[in-house]
C-alpha cells in the first residue's frame, strides 16, 4: 500500500495541467532538442548526473520520463525505499517493493544507474517501527531491529544499485530526536554500515548529509559537527566510502565559498568520495521577477557545483528535482512563497524549458577537471 501522502503533489500537478491544457503546451521536451545533456557532459569528466524520481510522477508524466532520459544516467527513488514504504506493517510479510520495483524496471528499461536512498533515517520511520524500538528495554534487541530492516532492504536489491544512503542526516540540530541515537548511541551508524557492506559489498556506502553548504551559523556547526562524526567513524574501521552533500540550497543565503571548500579539503583527505545528492533550490524568500528569482538560484547552483566538482573524489551529482513542476516544497505550505507564486526550485521549468539553474549545472560540468 502507498503510505506517503502525495495529495499534495497531487493537486499541484491538477493545477499546473489544467493552466498547461489551456495555453497548449508545446509537446517537445525543451527549446533545443539536440543540444547535449546534463548526463552526457558529465560523462566526459568521469562524472554522472541524474535526479530524484517517484511512482506516482513516472506513471503520470511521459513528458517527466523524457526529461529524466535526456538528462540523467542515474535515478534515485525519492520515497519508495524508505522504511515506511518497503514496510509498512510490522510483520515482516509486509515487506513491499512493489513501488521500488517498478522504479527499478524503468531504470533497466532505459539503461540507467540506480541510487539506493535511504536505510536508516530519523524521519520516514513507520509508527509501529517508532512505537516497537520505543518500546525496546535491552540496546541488544534494539541493535537487532536496526540490523534486521538494513539487512531486510539490502538483501532484497543487492547489485541492483551502485550507492546506498546508509544513514541519513545524522548530523542535526536536536541530536535527541533521532530514535536511533537515542536507544543505541552513535554505534547506530557503525551497525548500518556494516550491515550494508556485508549484505551488498558492491555498493558504494554513503553518509548521506543536509544543510552543510551555506554561509549560516546553524550550518557552520554542522559542517564542524559532520568532520568530527567522519573521523571517530573512520578511526572505528567503519565502512563509510563516500559523503553526500544533499544540498537543498537556498537563494537568499550565499554558498559559503570558504568554509565549503575546506569542509569538502577534509573529507578528500580522510580518502572518502562525495556526491552531491539532492540539489535544489529553495526561492521562497527571494523577492524579484522570476528572472532575477532564477538567476540568483543559478548562481548559488553554480558556486556550490564549482567548488564541489574541482574536487577529483566528487564523482557527479542529482537534483532532488528536475523540473518545478514536482518538488518536495510544494508538499508543505510553510515552504510556499507568500505572493501565492509557485517555488522555483528546478533546473527545468513548469513547461520543462531549460532555466538558468540548467545551464549552471552544464558549465560546471564543463568545467570539471576529467577524472
Ligand atoms: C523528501 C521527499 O522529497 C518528500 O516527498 C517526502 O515527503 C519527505 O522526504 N532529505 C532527504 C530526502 O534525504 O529523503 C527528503 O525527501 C528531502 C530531504
Not at 564541489?308 to 510556499?336: I, M, Q, V
Request: net charge neutral.
Amino acid at each position: 500500500m502507498d503510505t506517503l501522502d502525495y495529495s499534495g503533489r497531487r493537486c499541484f500537478l491538477k493545477t499546473v495541467g489544467a493552466v498547461g491544457a489551456a495555453v497548449a503546451l508545446p509537446n517537445s521536451v525543451d527549446a533545443a532538442p539536440d543540444e547535449i545533456g546534463l548526463h552526457a557532459r558529465a560523462l566526459k569528466k568521469g562524472m554522472f548526473f541524474g535526479c530524484s524520481v517517484s511512482v506516482p510522477v513516472l506513471r503520470a508524466d511521459p513528458r517527466f520520463r523524457a526529461a529524466v532520459l535526456k538528462d540523467c544516467g542515474i535515478v534515485v527513488p525519492e520515497n519508495e525505499l524508505k522504511w515506511s514504504r518497503v514496510q509498512p506493517a510490522p510483520d515482516r510479510s509486509a515487506l513491499n517493493f512493489t513501488f521500488a520495483d517498478y522504479i527499478y524496471k524503468f531504470v533497466q528499461q532505459n539503461g540507467l544507474q540506480l541510487r539506493g536512498h535511504t536505510l536508516v533515517w530519523s524521519s520516514g520511520v513507520p509508527a509501529w517501527a517508532q512505537r516497537q524500538m520505543g518500546d525496546m528495554k535491552s540496546a541488544t534487541a534494539a541493535a537487532g531491529f536496526l540490523q534486521m530492516h538494513v539487512a531486510d532492504v539490502v538483501r532484497a536489491w543487492r547489485g541492483r544499485v551502485v550507492h546506498w544512503d546508509v544513514v541519513n542526516e545524522p548530523v542535526a540540530e536536536d541530536a535527541k530526536s533521532s530514535i536511533w541515537l537515542d536507544k543505541l548511541g552513535e554505534a547506530y551508524i557503525d551497525m548500518a554500515f556494516q550491515v550494508a557492506r556485508e549484505n551488498d559489498p558492491g555498493a558504494l556506502l554513503v553518509l548521506n548529509q543536509n544543510l552543510v553548504e551555506m554561509d549560516d551559523s546553524y550550518q557552520g556547526s554542522l559542517r564542524k559537527k559532520l568532520l568530527l562524526l567522519l573521523e571517530r567513524l573512520l578511526k572505528r574501521g567503519v565502512p563509510v566510502d563516500a559523503v553526500g552533500i544533499e544540498a537543498h540550497l537556498s537563494s537568499d543565503l550565499k554558498v559559503a565559498v570558504k568554509e565549503y571548500t575546506s569542509l569538502l579539503r577534509e573529507i578528500e583527505r580522510m580518502g572518502l568520495k562525495v556526491i552531491v545528492t539532492e540539489l535544489d533550490v529553495w526561492d521562497g524568500r527571494m523577492s524579484g521577477s522570476v528572472a532575477e528569482r532564477d538567476k540568483a538560484a543559478a548562481q548559488v547552483v553554480k558556486d556550490l557545483l564549482d567548488i564541489s566538482f574541482s574536487f577529483k573524489n566528487c564523482l557527479g551529482a542529482l537534483a532532488w528535482t528536475l523540473t518545478d513542476l514536482y518538488s518536495w516544497y510544494h508538499e508543505t505550505p510553510k515552504k510556499w512563497r507568500q505572493d501565492g507564486e509557485i517555488n522555483r526550485p528546478g533546473l527545468l521549468d513548469s513547461n520543462y524549458s531549460r532555466k538558468a539553474m540548467w545551464n549552471a549545472v552544464a558549465s560546471a560540468f564543463d568545467a570539471a577537471p576529467v577524472r
